[in-house]
Protein backbone atom coordinates (compact mmCIF):
# COMPACT_ATOMS: atom_id res chain seq x y z
CA UNK A 1 0.00 0.00 0.00
CA UNK A 2 2.44 2.40 0.92
CA UNK A 3 4.84 1.41 -1.97
CA UNK A 4 1.87 2.18 -4.41
CA UNK A 5 1.30 5.57 -2.77
CA UNK A 6 4.93 6.22 -3.50
CA UNK A 7 4.90 5.20 -7.26
CA UNK A 8 2.10 7.58 -7.89
CA UNK A 9 3.27 10.55 -5.75
CA UNK A 10 6.28 9.95 -8.06
CA UNK A 11 4.12 9.56 -11.43
CA UNK A 12 2.50 12.92 -10.26
CA UNK A 13 5.59 14.72 -9.28
CA UNK A 14 6.82 14.01 -13.27
CA UNK A 15 3.26 14.87 -14.63
CA UNK A 16 3.72 18.49 -12.81
CA UNK A 17 7.19 19.02 -13.95
CA UNK A 18 6.35 18.07 -17.78
CA UNK A 19 3.26 20.66 -17.25
CA UNK A 20 4.70 22.86 -15.78
CA UNK A 21 7.65 23.55 -18.88
CA UNK A 22 5.08 23.69 -21.00
CA UNK A 23 3.01 26.17 -19.40
CA UNK A 24 5.99 28.30 -19.83
CA UNK A 25 6.68 27.27 -23.03
CA UNK A 26 3.42 28.36 -24.10
CA UNK A 27 3.40 31.72 -22.35
CA UNK A 28 7.00 32.47 -23.60
CA UNK A 29 5.58 32.05 -27.30
CA UNK A 30 2.54 34.54 -26.64
CA UNK A 31 4.62 36.93 -24.98
CA UNK A 32 7.25 36.98 -28.27
CA UNK A 33 3.75 37.43 -30.56
CA UNK A 34 3.75 40.95 -31.45
CA UNK A 35 1.06 42.71 -30.65
CA UNK A 36 -1.41 45.00 -33.43
CA UNK A 37 0.37 47.91 -34.74
CA UNK A 38 3.93 46.50 -33.63
CA UNK A 39 6.62 45.88 -35.33
CA UNK A 40 7.83 42.76 -36.09
CA UNK A 41 11.29 41.76 -34.63
CA UNK A 42 13.50 40.24 -37.28
CA UNK A 43 16.65 40.36 -35.49
CA UNK A 44 18.02 36.54 -34.26
CA UNK A 45 18.25 35.67 -30.29
CA UNK A 46 21.82 35.21 -30.14
CA UNK A 47 23.01 32.06 -27.99
CA UNK A 48 24.77 33.47 -25.16
CA UNK A 49 27.91 31.71 -23.06
CA UNK A 50 27.78 30.05 -20.31
CA UNK A 51 28.59 31.51 -17.03
CA UNK A 52 29.33 30.31 -13.76
CA UNK A 53 26.24 29.44 -12.12
CA UNK A 54 24.98 28.39 -8.61
CA UNK A 55 22.44 24.70 -9.02
CA UNK A 56 20.05 23.14 -6.81
CA UNK A 57 17.77 19.80 -7.71
CA UNK A 58 14.96 17.75 -5.91
CA UNK A 59 15.14 13.87 -7.20
CA UNK A 60 12.83 10.86 -6.53
CA UNK A 61 15.11 7.72 -5.48
CA UNK A 62 14.22 4.48 -6.71
CA UNK A 63 16.08 1.48 -5.23
CA UNK A 64 17.56 -0.88 -8.16
CA UNK A 65 19.99 -3.06 -6.83
CA UNK A 66 21.52 -5.27 -4.81
CA UNK A 67 17.95 -6.84 -4.09
CA UNK A 68 17.72 -6.61 -0.99
CA UNK A 69 18.61 -2.97 -1.02
CA UNK A 70 15.49 -3.03 -3.55
CA UNK A 71 13.18 -4.86 -1.47
CA UNK A 72 13.74 -2.84 2.16
CA UNK A 73 14.00 0.45 1.01
CA UNK A 74 11.76 3.45 -0.51
CA UNK A 75 13.70 6.43 -1.66
CA UNK A 76 11.76 9.18 -0.27
CA UNK A 77 13.67 12.73 -1.30
CA UNK A 78 17.52 13.47 -2.60
CA UNK A 79 18.37 17.32 -1.98
CA UNK A 80 21.16 19.18 -3.57
CA UNK A 81 22.96 22.05 -4.23
CA UNK A 82 26.65 23.23 -5.89
CA UNK A 83 27.89 25.73 -8.07
CA UNK A 84 29.58 25.14 -11.40
CA UNK A 85 32.19 26.77 -13.24
CA UNK A 86 32.89 27.14 -16.95
CA UNK A 87 36.56 25.30 -17.94
CA UNK A 88 36.48 25.49 -21.50
CA UNK A 89 33.68 25.39 -24.46
CA UNK A 90 30.19 23.86 -23.34
CA UNK A 91 32.64 21.94 -20.63
CA UNK A 92 32.36 22.89 -16.76
CA UNK A 93 33.57 21.73 -13.17
CA UNK A 94 31.50 21.70 -10.16
CA UNK A 95 31.37 20.79 -6.54
CA UNK A 96 27.90 19.59 -5.01
CA UNK A 97 26.86 18.51 -1.52
CA UNK A 98 23.46 15.98 -1.32
CA UNK A 99 21.07 14.60 1.27
CA UNK A 100 19.14 11.23 0.53
CA UNK A 101 16.15 10.00 2.72
CA UNK A 102 14.78 6.62 2.42
CA UNK A 103 12.31 4.81 4.29
CA UNK A 104 11.62 1.31 5.36
CA UNK A 105 9.12 -0.61 3.16
CA UNK A 106 8.30 -2.45 6.04
CA UNK A 107 4.89 -3.68 3.97
CA UNK A 108 6.65 -5.56 1.01
CA UNK A 109 9.28 -6.91 3.50
CA UNK A 110 8.01 -7.56 7.02
CA UNK A 111 11.10 -9.10 8.44
CA UNK A 112 12.57 -5.48 9.18
CA UNK A 113 10.28 -3.08 11.08
CA UNK A 114 9.82 0.60 10.78
CA UNK A 115 13.14 2.72 10.10
CA UNK A 116 14.92 4.86 7.96
CA UNK A 117 18.27 5.70 5.90
CA UNK A 118 19.83 8.49 5.44
CA UNK A 119 22.73 9.59 3.66
CA UNK A 120 24.81 12.74 2.72
CA UNK A 121 28.02 13.08 0.19
CA UNK A 122 29.97 15.50 -0.99
CA UNK A 123 31.40 15.26 -4.60
CA UNK A 124 33.20 16.70 -7.65
CA UNK A 125 31.45 16.71 -10.76
CA UNK A 126 32.55 16.94 -14.90
CA UNK A 127 30.06 18.05 -17.02
CA UNK A 128 29.01 19.25 -20.95
CA UNK A 129 26.32 21.06 -21.66
CA UNK A 130 25.02 21.88 -25.73
CA UNK A 131 22.32 24.79 -26.48
CA UNK A 132 19.86 23.12 -29.34
CA UNK A 133 18.39 26.99 -29.49
CA UNK A 134 18.57 29.97 -27.56
CA UNK A 135 16.63 28.73 -25.06
CA UNK A 136 16.42 25.25 -24.67
CA UNK A 137 19.94 23.09 -23.53
CA UNK A 138 21.08 19.61 -22.42
CA UNK A 139 23.86 18.71 -19.86
CA UNK A 140 25.79 15.30 -19.31
CA UNK A 141 27.71 14.87 -16.14
CA UNK A 142 29.96 12.32 -14.10
CA UNK A 143 30.28 12.49 -10.12
CA UNK A 144 32.34 11.69 -7.71
CA UNK A 145 32.37 11.98 -3.79
CA UNK A 146 32.40 10.24 -0.78
CA UNK A 147 30.11 10.28 1.96
CA UNK A 148 27.93 8.67 4.88
CA UNK A 149 24.91 6.57 5.63
CA UNK A 150 22.91 6.50 8.68
CA UNK A 151 20.67 3.36 8.99
CA UNK A 152 18.10 3.42 11.86
CA UNK A 153 15.66 0.46 12.50
CA UNK A 154 13.32 -0.39 15.15
CA UNK A 155 15.15 -3.76 14.94
CA UNK A 156 18.12 -2.58 16.03
CA UNK A 157 17.05 -0.33 18.58
CA UNK A 158 19.35 2.72 19.96
CA UNK A 159 21.52 1.45 17.20
CA UNK A 160 21.94 3.53 14.21
CA UNK A 161 24.50 1.65 11.69
CA UNK A 162 26.75 3.98 10.15
CA UNK A 163 28.72 3.25 6.56
CA UNK A 164 31.19 5.66 4.92
CA UNK A 165 31.96 5.15 1.23
CA UNK A 166 32.76 6.41 -2.28
CA UNK A 167 29.64 8.04 -4.44
CA UNK A 168 29.47 7.89 -8.24
CA UNK A 169 26.73 9.33 -10.27
CA UNK A 170 26.18 9.80 -13.95
CA UNK A 171 23.07 12.72 -14.74
CA UNK A 172 21.54 13.75 -18.07
CA UNK A 173 19.32 16.92 -17.74
CA UNK A 174 17.19 18.71 -20.41
CA UNK A 175 16.93 22.30 -19.34
CA UNK A 176 14.70 25.47 -20.80
CA UNK A 177 15.51 29.24 -19.83
CA UNK A 178 12.73 31.05 -17.60
CA UNK A 179 14.39 34.77 -18.03
CA UNK A 180 17.86 36.20 -18.53
CA UNK A 181 19.62 34.29 -15.44
CA UNK A 182 17.12 31.41 -14.70
CA UNK A 183 17.04 28.12 -15.82
CA UNK A 184 15.27 24.66 -14.97
CA UNK A 185 14.57 21.47 -16.42
CA UNK A 186 14.07 17.65 -15.90
CA UNK A 187 16.56 15.05 -14.69
CA UNK A 188 17.60 11.30 -15.02
CA UNK A 189 20.56 9.83 -13.04
CA UNK A 190 22.12 6.71 -12.39
CA UNK A 191 23.62 6.62 -8.65
CA UNK A 192 26.13 4.13 -6.96
CA UNK A 193 26.19 3.93 -3.53
CA UNK A 194 29.72 1.78 -3.24
CA UNK A 195 28.66 -0.36 0.15
CA UNK A 196 26.83 -4.11 -0.15
CA UNK A 197 23.28 -3.64 2.10
CA UNK A 198 23.27 -6.87 4.07
CA UNK A 199 21.17 -8.27 7.04
CA UNK A 200 23.78 -6.71 9.73
CA UNK A 201 22.47 -2.96 9.00
CA UNK A 202 19.39 -3.71 10.11
CA UNK A 203 20.59 -6.40 12.86
CA UNK A 204 19.60 -9.99 11.11
CA UNK A 205 21.46 -12.67 10.08
CA UNK A 206 19.18 -13.04 6.96
CA UNK A 207 16.78 -11.98 4.78
CA UNK A 208 13.93 -14.85 3.48
CA UNK A 209 13.92 -15.79 0.19
CA UNK A 210 17.03 -13.70 -0.80
CA UNK A 211 20.51 -15.36 -0.81
CA UNK A 212 23.63 -13.93 0.13
CA UNK A 213 24.99 -13.67 -3.81
CA UNK A 214 21.99 -11.32 -3.81
CA UNK A 215 23.36 -8.73 -1.27
CA UNK A 216 26.97 -8.89 -2.66
CA UNK A 217 27.42 -6.35 -4.56
CA UNK A 218 26.85 -2.58 -4.87
CA UNK A 219 23.81 -0.63 -4.18
CA UNK A 220 21.67 1.14 -6.75
CA UNK A 221 19.42 4.04 -7.56
CA UNK A 222 17.24 5.63 -10.53
CA UNK A 223 16.68 9.39 -9.77
CA UNK A 224 14.07 11.29 -11.95
CA UNK A 225 13.48 14.91 -10.82
CA UNK A 226 13.48 18.59 -11.80
CA UNK A 227 16.33 21.07 -10.92
CA UNK A 228 17.35 24.84 -11.23
CA UNK A 229 20.29 26.69 -12.60
CA UNK A 230 21.01 30.28 -11.28
CA UNK A 231 23.22 32.32 -13.98
CA UNK A 232 25.66 34.69 -12.11
CA UNK A 233 27.79 37.48 -13.44
CA UNK A 234 26.60 40.76 -15.30
CA UNK A 235 24.86 41.21 -18.51
CA UNK A 236 24.39 37.43 -18.82
CA UNK A 237 21.75 37.54 -21.53
CA UNK A 238 21.31 40.93 -23.91
Known amino acids: MIKAKMTNLKTVMVVFAFLFIAQTVLA ?11 PVKTTPEVIPEFKRSIRACFKLP ?8 KKVFNGISNLEVGFAQPIAK ?21 EVSNGKMMSFFGF ?16 FNVRAGYGNVWIKTQNCGEDVKTKSMLYTEEQ ?6 ANDRMSYGLLVSHQLLH ?7 VCRETFGGITPEDWAGPSHTLTIGFGFNCYLGKEFRE
Do not use: C
Open 28 to 38: QEDEDEPKKDE
Open 62 to 69: NAMANEAF
Open 90 to 110: NFYIGANIQHGYYDINRYSFV
Open 124 to 139: GEIGYQQYWNPRWYWT
Open 172 to 177: LGVYLW
Open 195 to 201: FAFNPGY
